[in-house]
Nanobody, 116 residues
Framework: QVQLVESGGGLVQAGGSLRLSCAAS????????MGWYRQAPGKQRELVGG???????YYADAVKGRFTISRDNAKNTVFLQMNSLKPEDTAVYYC??????????WGQGTQVTVSS
């Protein structure tokens, strides 16, 4: 079992920045990939990006060049640095852990609102 807690969401003006955190606890050594997803009102949840246990990162085209994912292994925390935010980035942002065994766990989400 893995527990995930996101934090760092809030209200920001277009062009601003936010950094989200996802703190993992439990069987953290079993985690293969940590991902960030988002869900805007009336839309399906979509991938933002992720980071593998081998430190490889990947991003959705919509955020490439603006968002950066990193991790602090000592704190079992993954970060999502979001720069040049746009109103269309407004969504609830979720953290997901995928274990080597294939199980997945989700955090509760944190709201990001970008005003124009």
């Amino acid at each position: 079992q893995v527990q995930l807690v996101e934090s760092g969401g809030g209200l920001v003006q277009a062009g601003g920045s936010l950094r989200l955190s996802c703190a993992a606890s439990g069987s953290v050594s079993s985690i293969n990939v940590m991902g960030w997803y988002r869900q805007a009102p009336g839309k399906q949840r979509e991938l933002v990006g992720g980071i593998t246990s081998g430190e490889r990162t990947y991003y959705a085209d919509a955020v490439k060049g603006r968002f950066t994912i990193s991790r602090d292994n000592a704190k079992n925390t993954v970060f999502l640095q979001m720069n040049s935010l746009k109103p269309e980035d407004t969504a609830v942002y979720y953290c997901k852990a995928r274990l080597w065994a294939g199980n997945t766990f989700w955090g509760q989400g944190t709201q990001v609102t970008v005003s124009s």
